[in-house]
Each structure stands twice: as C-alpha cells, then as structure tokens.
C-alpha cells in the first residue's frame, strides 16, 4: 500500500485557541489510533545506531486544517455517513466534564444538533477525506 493511499485529516474550528487545538488533537490521536487497524501504522518500532528503540508513527499523511464550526459539523455528519472512514469528533462537553462518567451523561442529555464540536479527524481512503475535506485550510497559529 502506497503512503498516499491514505490519509488522516485533523480539524480545528478556527474559534479554539492553539492550547486547547492542542489538547483536542491529543485526544482524537489516541482515539483514531485505538480504533483504527493495523495499516495505519508504519513500522512498530525504529532503532537508531546507538541501539535505542522508539515508537514508529502513522505511515499516512497526517494533516491539521481548520474551519468555521458549522462546517467542522457539516463535516462530522458527512464523514460518519461513509461507513469506510474512522471519525473521531470533540464535542466541547469533552472540556466541561471533569470524569468520563460526567462526560458520558452530559452526551447522552443531547440531541445530536445540540452538540458544539471542537475538533475531529477523520481517517480512510484519501479520496474519500478529500471530498469532504479538501477546501479546508490548513491549521497554523495566526
């Protein structure tokens, strides 16, 4: 498999400042990489000639972009209807809830419309992610 047969899309709504773009990229990292398979992985492990091992990395392209919000959820919806992409969303609950029990409850009292999300990324075919997000811009502190 070819390393642009794939990609994986980090996106910011551009109301989110760069610390907490930060902890939002953080987590939907671990996120897509705990849910995702094995293929998203380049080598497991690399040794450098000293001998010491470090953790590999995504073999994919692994880009941040960042849109208005009501696109990051336009987005969201677009992507979690193709049932061949991997998304992560960050709704702003995730910031307001200090346990995963609160936050489990503050998720399941909304509707779906009354989520704000934050963040998300998506993962799968390239061509698929850039049809949903191939316009965005990319994320860079201002």
């Not at 293929?39 to 001998?51: F, H």
């Not at 953790?55 to 919000?69: M, R």
């Not at 307001?96 to 799968?124: C, H, N, P, Q």
Request: hydrophobic share 40%.
């Amino acid at each position: 498999m070819n390393y642009e047969d794939k990609k994986i899309i980090g996106i910011i709504a551009t109301n989110v400042d760069a610390a907490t773009a930060l902890n939002v990229i953080g987590h939907l990292a671990v996120s897509i990489g705990k849910y995702s398979n094995n293929e998203i992985m380049g080598q497991s492990t690399l040794t450098d000639k000293s001998g010491i091992s470090h953790l590999g990395i995504s073999k994919f392209p692994f880009i941040i972009t960042k849109v208005k919000a009501s696109k990051l959820k336009n987005a969201i919806d677009k992507a979690k209807e193709n049932p061949n992409l991997l998304v992560a969303d960050y709704p702003k609950d995730m910031l307001e809830t200090r346990t995963d029990e609160e936050l489990v409850k503050s998720i399941e009292s909304k509707e779906k419309e009354a989520l704000e999300y934050m963040g998300a990324i998506i993962y799968g075919d390239t061509k698929d992610v850039n049809e949903i997000t191939g316009k965005f811009q990319l994320w860079r502190l201002d």
